[in-house]
């Protein structure tokens, strides 16, 4: 189970602008969670994550708007990327859309047949998934 995975973990100490606690576990060693440690660093990571999700570009939104306003990069640049991270966002639900699409159940249940044959264990069709 994933929640008692993270039973004994710390929690992150950083505190929301609506006064909540932000609750996610803390990186190991550390007071924060992956996403609020570079918030709190004191000599500020400038580098942009992997846009693969919402919170990864929430992150890289966040770094940008520290950049521009510690002027470590200038206007256009930080227009530039916050225009391509627009993009990636909009990709974001078609993406998620492909892939549902592209998951086919019965193709799980070819592949574990499949393998079964393989290995040459008996099919038992009661117990394969559907």
């Known amino acids: 189970m994933l929640s008692n995975q993270f039973a004994n973990s710390k929690i992150c ?17 550390r007071k924060f969670c992956i996403f609020h440690e570079s918030m709190h ?14 919170m990864s570009l ?14 470590a990069i200038d206007a256009r640049t930080a227009a ?9 966002s909009g990709n974001l639900k078609r993406v998620a859309e492909q892939h549902s699409a592209a998951h086919d159940p019965s193709r799980d249940r070819a592949m574990l047949e499949s393998l079964l044959h393989q290995i040459q264990v008996p099919e038992a069709p009661e117990k394969m998934p559907q």
């Open 80 to 88: 530039l990327t916050l225009y391509g991270l627009q993009i990636a």
């Open 13 to 29: 100490q950083h505190t929301k602008v609506n006064g909540e606690p932000c609750g996610a576990p803390a990186r190991k060693g």
């Open 41 to 54: 660093q004191k000599r500020p990571d400038y580098t942009l994550p992997m846009a693969e999700d919402a």
């Open 58 to 71: 929430q992150l890289a939104v966040m770094q940008i708007i520290r950049a521009l306003l510690d002027k």
